[in-house]
Nanobody, 116 residues
Framework: QVQLVESGGGLVQPGGSLRLSCVGSGFTFYSRTSNWYRQAPGKEREAVASITGRLGVPIYVDSVKGRFTISRDNAKNTVYLQMNSLKPEDTAVYYC?????????WGQGTQVTVSA
């Protein structure tokens, strides 16, 4: 059974940092591209960062370049999103995503709130 479970969200002040984790089961992240998305209230879900399978090449949306880092631990089958210099506009529910055998799978999401 394919599952993705996110953790690591919370409340942080502007300029602060958080690290999100996404643990996968029933498949391996190594062999496929995995993604972090976010959805703010009243807005559409948007892709934030991706990491390609095997070589692990990172890709970022312009708004997070230089601040967020996506990485993968193959031994733990876990994908991370390190978020630094957080801004109020980063406030959203963050979701982990991977496509397995033609089906898109999502985690339950983790809330990130950036506020003073």
């Amino acid at each position: 059974q394919v599952q993705l479970v996110e953790s690591g969200g919370g409340l942080v002040q502007p300029g602060g940092s958080l690290r999100l984790s996404c643990v996968g089961s029933g498949f391996t992240f190594y062999s496929r591209t995995s993604n972090w998305y976010r959805q703010a209230p009243g807005k559409e879900r948007e892709a934030v960062a991706s990491i390609t399978g095997r070589l692990g090449v990172p890709i970022y949306v312009d708004s997070v370049k230089g601040r967020f880092t996506i990485s993968r631990d193959n031994a733990k089958n876990t994908v991370y999103l390190q978020m630094n210099s957080l801004k109020p506009e980063d406030t959203a529910v963050y979701y982990c995503n991977a496509r397995v055998e033609g089906t898109n799978y999502w985690g339950q999401g983790t809330q990130v709130t950036v506020s003073a």
